[in-house]
T-cell receptor, first 112, second 111 residues
Framework: DAGITQSPRHKVTETGTPVTLRCHQT?????MYWYRQDPGHGLRLIHY???????DKGEVSDGYSVSRSKTEDFLLTLESATSSQTSVYFC???????????FGDGTRLSIL | GQNIDQPTEMTATEGAIVQINCTYQ??????LFWYQQHAGEAPTFLSY????GLEEKGRFSSFLSRSKGYSYLLLKELQMKDSASYLC????????????FGTGTRLKVLA
């Protein structure tokens, strides 16, 4: 299995609080992704990174920011969480060249 | 706009063959992936198509027609463990490695 770890795996927090999710990889892959998965919507890209300090927005980036200060870590931050951001968040890694993405085990985030 | 369509749910019987379709309308096309996702778990890679035709991998095959914007995943000799969601994903742009996912097809295999 690809070495990809998400933390935390579960989190419950209140509206208006900041939340940071971490994705850590040991594969030295160039590309890292954050998706959210909701019933009826499938996987939707929030942000992705194509290198250290290089990031780009996905289709549902509003309310989220990311940072990648080193190859192995990609952080997703919700500056002020809202109930609409309750979801399952998946991190994925890839090395491009049309190789498949490998997904972390997901973070289940509930915002009350 | 970019759009990928898959049936929401399908049901099939153990030992049978099932075909899960995926149609896409995207600004470009640079490859299509199929993933399997069991409930509560992460998606895992099944197959990849970039040229027209059939790719076979054991009990799983995937077909692509770029002119029709169409792919299917064929599962043979269905087993109970094949009950899962199947996700179709397209890489639309040649300039980035971003992917658009369909909403997934939930397959139930009955004994």
């Amino acid at each position: 299995d690809a070495g990809i770890t998400q933390s935390p795996r579960h989190k419950v927090t209140e509206t208006g609080t900041p939340v940071t999710l971490r994705c850590h990889q040991t594969e030295n892959h160039r590309y890292m992704y954050w998706y959210r998965q909701d019933p009826g919507h499938g996987l939707r890209l929030i942000h992705y990174s194509y290198g250290v300090k290089d990031t780009d927005k996905g289709e549902v980036s509003d309310g989220y920011s990311v940072s990648r200060s080193k190859t192995e870590d990609f952080l997703l931050t919700l500056e002020s969480a809202t109930s609409s951001q309750t979801s399952v968040y998946f991190c994925a890694i890839g090395d491009g060249n049309n190789q498949p993405q490998h997904f972390g085990d997901g973070t289940r985030l509930s915002i009350l | 706009g970019q759009n990928i369509d898959q049936p929401t749910e399908m049901t099939a019987t153990e030992g049978a063959i099932v075909q899960i379709n995926c149609t896409y309308q995207t600004s470009g096309f640079n490859g299509l992936f199929w993933y399997q996702q069991h409930a509560g778990e992460a998606p895992t890679f099944l197959s990849y198509n970039v040229l027209d035709g059939l790719e076979e991998k054991g009990r799983f095959s995937s077909f692509l027609s770029r002119s029709k914007g169409y792919s299917y995943l064929l599962l043979k000799e269905l087993q109970m463990k094949d009950s899962a969601s199947y996700l179709c994903a397209v890489r639309a742009s040649s300039g980035t490695y971003k992917y658009i996912f369909g909403t997934g097809t939930r397959l139930k295999v009955l004994a």
